[in-house]
């Protein structure tokens, strides 16, 4: 790590930590430290947290209010893991990860208000594009466009993915009445049963390809039906629309100073509990407890938490080996392939249009458009998720050549404006060597119902959190929150 | 390590290096040096080798034929990786993992003919016995049991695998004419589309089960057809049959003193440049070469060959990482669930009674049995392989009642006689931290078409063998080899 590169970390955890809330923190109070990122571990705590992304922040955090003495250990030199603010070279921030947050997310929101980080309104006014193919841009509002050609069936899928994802629990969705059969086919080909017209599968790729990383041919009916079933909350069952949509939905809202704020507030909080570039190599359990070997050296533990994509998990050397359920499941949760792909321009030029930013595709390297202004408009900002099978061809090119494609694409929705971005910037999961892709790992097919069971059950002293193993909104913020709680309560109790 | 382990491997080692055949091998002649197993590396090799498989072991064997300087690191403190003979507690040697061998599995065979190992023919005379659920035995030969309630179907689906695996190239099943559309449904699916009567589908489980340690439920189609097309050779396209059958197919003979004697003996000429309790973590290259960090210290080498089941590439840390592409296929390729289980009895009294052994049962635990007795039948083995959703009911439970269930099915098979054997052995391969399943890796649907082409491209300085590399017989030992062969010509190309 070069100097000024560890100095901008410093300031980072610096001007994120004035604006966190206070919290009863033990022997931390007042002027916060810095996580470490060099130089030796403590060499024994109580619960040693593995990954510092939301899940395994808020984990730590929970448990240190619990009076138990924690280290935080991160792969990386910064915390955050999905979630990753980006500073533009005027000042402005956006987000390079997860984003979007919205109506029974209440868990990512109540941490954000104790943290004083607010949110804002998505800007969605005036008309969504939709770009169908041959035929020029269409206007519309909502989440579905009015393709005369598409609704009905549109309507039907959407009816009928509500219902099926009813028949999932959220907590044992392998449990569903007919989990078996709907494991053991892909959603893909349950679509070309259903007998929707072609078009109606493209429009489908805008919203999988961004949620998942993956079409739908790579992913089981079940998974899906329970993702949906997830995007709600105890009171209100999960449906296609919340998890799809913008207003009222998961993309109802962004975070003012970015979504990045939130880990960089609680890694402040946390402090020197916090070590950075200290990849856990060896998780060995003894009779004694828990001996974490890591690149900075090794650290014991009583408990452990394991807060990183399944792929990575497979990635650490257990002794014992994890059950071999488990160790199946994790081998079977492969990350998606997405990039967030950003254009800059000066103003939010669309909006005088009448147009919203947002626009959907069924060609080309934008099959889905976001407004990614900051809340004050200082700068317009376009967004695209080039994920799936639209990454496999834009994601493998160039970046000259995918640039060209993107804002092209970009221009295809709002105009030719977009042609000439005053910045261009994109982020790329797949190249990331402790994420491994993005946005979250997918079980695929069969795994569920075999394997499914394994999700949060401990090996011995070791707990996992993630977002994965949450029971709402899995694949979210939101998700990596409750999985955070729920593994810090289920450590204490351990106690 | 104990002192009693050590010596016996060292025994190992010395009595196959006895076998084997002469080699020109460098600076090595005359008597053997065993493997390493502690103490420091050499600093710098031409080529470092990760993994002691079959596919590790030919690969280094002929670059040091070509006058390369190699070393082979292996995490265990054995070589054979998923081959591994196993003593019974009289002194016959059985296997506990790759064991059958057949007609165009020349490389393999051409190997052992050259190691000295000699082959034997599977034992098939009699008859064998399909036990059809609630109906009584059913005497039979060769591979489909001539219930009437099957046969037709049987047949049918059986000729349309053979003839859609002919539209898929072995060296790139992702470019056959139908392979999107072959790729996004699982076998499961495709099977019940065909419309087979059920208990088709329940014979078809003891193929999948011991082949893949998977069901089709989990499998994608495109995959299976390319699994098809590869069990035969340049000269043989690969049929079902050969894949499945035994006489005259891929369980047509097994080796003489066990299919353990190959790796042993290759690995006994390669003397101390095999060095075992050396899991590699880490892979670094740089314009000097490569760096290869193992917990017995660091080699420096020109280029590397790969050679572990894709789970354990996921786990060891690459720098730069991997390719997206690559990363994704190899997160998306699971090792199956397979066990094999071994009764033991004075005689293979089976014989006396006409019967071969052989069963098929389309429920309990033995799905799937075959006589595995030494050549000599000097005792009488039957074998059961306990794979997939079976392994999922059986090999999760206690020891004591799973052997009560595999005894009771090899009692279905051959009599009640099976209920009484002097000697139980029972391999489970999901245990082993350093193959993390069996018998192959399976990739998920939708992976081969969207990432299959990386299977063989080499990372920089660092190339890829194992038998899911190979283009015929992988998932074989014949693969296992042929892959060496090829990586092994690959890299002398690149000196």
């Known amino acids: 790590m070069t100097e000024s590169r560890s100095l901008s970390r410093r300031t980072l955890l610096g001007s994120a930590a004035a604006g966190g809330a206070a919290l009863a923190f033990g022997s931390l109070s007042g002027e916060a430290e810095a996580a470490t990122t060099s130089g030796s571990l403590p060499s024994s705590v109580d619960v040693v947290v593995v990954g510092a992304g939301i899940s395994g922040l808020v984990a730590a955090r929970n448990l240190v209010a619990e009076g138990k003495s924690v280290l935080v250990l991160e792969a990386r030199d910064r915390v955050g893991g999905r979630v990753l603010n980006h500073t533009l070279s005027g000042g402005a921030v956006i987000e390079s990860g997860g984003a979007f947050v919205g109506p029974t997310q209440d868990h990512v929101l109540a941490l954000a208000k104790e943290l004083g980080v607010e949110t804002f309104k998505e800007y969605v006014d005036g008309k969504n594009i939709y770009v169908p193919g041959l035929l020029g841009p269409m206007k519309y509002t909502g989440t579905v466009p009015p393709d005369p050609a598409i609704l009905p069936d549109a309507f039907l899928l959407q009816t009928r993915i509500d219902q099926m994802s009813k028949q999932v629990p959220v907590d044992a969705p392998w449990t569903a009445p007919r989990a078996k059969e ?31 990383g993956t079409d739908a041919k790579n992913m089981s009916l079940l998974f899906f039906l329970w993702y949906i079933a997830t995007a709600g909350n105890e009171k209100n069952a999960g449906t296609f629309e919340r998890s799809s949509g913008t207003a009222g939905a998961a993309q109802d809202s962004r975070f003012v100073g ?59 050397d257990f002794a014992p080996i994890l059950p071999p359920r488990r160790l199946q499941l994790m081998q079977r949760m492969a990350m998606g392939t997405l990039m967030k792909c950003d254009a800059v321009y000066a103003t939010p030029f669309w909006r005088k249009k009448g147009l919203s930013g947002s626009g959907l595709n069924t060609k080309g390297a934008v099959r889905v458009s976001f407004d990614n202004s900051p809340p004050d408009a200082s700068v317009g900002v376009l967004l695209a998720f080039v994920g799936g099978s639209t990454w496999e061809t834009y994601g493998t090119m160039p970046l000259a050549q995918r640039r060209k494609a993107v804002l092209e694409g970009f221009a295809a929705i709002v105009g030719k404006e977009a042609l000439n971005p005053i910045e261009y ?38 707990h996992w959190a993630g977002t994965e193993t949450s029971t709402y909104w899995s694949g979210f913020m939101d998700g990596a929150v409750r999985a955070g709680e729920r593994v810090a309560t289920e450590v204490s109790a351990a106690f």
């Open 182 to 212: 709907w494991d053991s086919i892909t959603v893909d080909q349950w679509i070309r049963q259903a007998s929707v017209v072609p078009k109606v599968q493209d429009v489908l790729l805008s919203y999988f390809q961004p949620s998942f």
């Open 425 to 462: 910037v994109e982020q790329d999961w797949t190249h990331e060597r402790w994420t491994m892709g993005s946005p979250i790992a997918s079980p695929s097919p069969g795994a569920i119902t075999s394997f499914g069971s394994t999700i949060r059950e401990p090996h011995g002293l070791v």
């Open 258 to 316: 970015g979504s990045g704020q939130i880990p960089l507030r609680m890694a402040a909080q946390l402090g020197d509990r916090v070590a950075l570039n200290a990849p856990v190599r060896r998780i060995i359990q003894s009779a004694a407890g828990v001996n974490v070997v890591t690149d900075r050296g090794a650290v014991r533990a009583k408990r452990v938490v394991v807060a990183v994509p399944p792929p990575l998990v497979v990635g650490i």
